[in-house]
């Protein structure tokens, strides 16, 4: 079992900057791959960015490359979402999310735990 805590979610003005974190239980942390999906109101939840347990490859949905970045830190059971440039379409609910498997990374039903979520709310 892993349990997901995500925080650093706010408002935070268009152009601005967030970083998310989200802080997993057990010991076996580097084994999952880490993944970041978020969901407007009225939307469904979509890829954000992954990372591999096996190789740390990252990957990005097209509408946040260059912004975005994920990044993960074993020692302390943490997954980031460095969050630039932000646009009021970037308003959602966060989640952070892992996955056993280190392949179809992008897609929500590769994932076995999620947590429960964080704002973020761009105004313009």
């Known amino acids: 079992q892993v349990a997901l805590v995500e925080s650093g979610g706010g408002l935070v003005q268009a152009g601005g900057s967030l970083r998310l974190s989200c802080a997993a239980s057990?010991?076996?942390?580097?084994?999952?791959?880490m993944g970041w999906f978020r969901q407007a109101p009225g939307k469904e939840r979509e890829f954000v960015a992954a990372?591999?347990?096996?190789?740390?490859?990252?990957y990005y949905a097209d509408s946040v490359k260059g912004r975005f970045t994920i990044s993960r830190d074993n020692a302390k059971n943490t997954v980031y979402l460095q969050m630039n440039s932000l646009k009021p379409e970037d308003t959602a609910v966060y989640y952070c999310?892992?996955?056993?498997?280190?392949?179809?990374?992008?897609?929500?039903?590769?994932?076995?735990?999620w947590g429960r979520g964080t704002q973020v709310t761009v105004s313009p």
């Open positions: 057990g010991r076996t942390f580097s084994s999952y791959s």
């Open positions: 999310a892992a996955s056993r498997i280190s392949t179809t990374i992008s897609q929500a039903g590769s994932y076995d735990y």
């Open positions: 990372i591999s347990w096996k190789r740390m490859s990252t």
